[in-house]
């Protein structure tokens, strides 16, 4: 069952912008960390940014002032703005929230991955 769907991926040129959205539908557990990983061909999981429940936010150093992280809570929705974009941001981009049951039990989920293609 499918539960974080994501939007906003596609081609684009170097310099060019591009917003993508996560949207956790139906899930009943509290949400804590909401992040964005990204997975080139060849190369293992990385994190591209990550915000917590109380805002603060954290990037990987490639994306730092380029790319822009918040959420939503009211909606269960997480966007990343991604500016200045270049064709090393080339990647199936996850997100991936961090959940709480209310009898403590913590879980991770991830959606199903968008495209974004950088091209130069």
């Known amino acids: 069952q499918v539960q974080l769907v994501e939007s906003g991926g596609g081609l684009v040129q170097v310099g060019g912008s591009l917003r993508l959205s996560c949207t956790d539908s139906?899930?009943?557990?509290?949400?804590?960390?909401m992040g964005w990983y990204r997975q080139a061909p060849g190369k293992q999981r990385e994190l591209v940014a990550a915000i917590a429940s109380g805002g603060s936010t954290n990037y990987a150093d490639s994306v730092k002032g380029r790319f822009t992280i918040s959420r939503d809570n009211a909606k269960n929705t997480v966007y990343l703005q991604m500016n200045s974009l270049k064709p090393e941001d080339t990647a199936v981009y996850y997100c991936?929230?961090?959940?709480?049951?209310?009898?403590?039990?913590?879980?991770?989920?991830w959606g199903p991955g968008t495209q974004v293609t950088v091209s130069s």
């Open positions: 139906g899930s009943i557990f509290s949400i804590n960390t």
């Open positions: 991936k929230f961090d959940k709480k049951t209310p009898l403590g039990i913590e879980f991770d989920s």
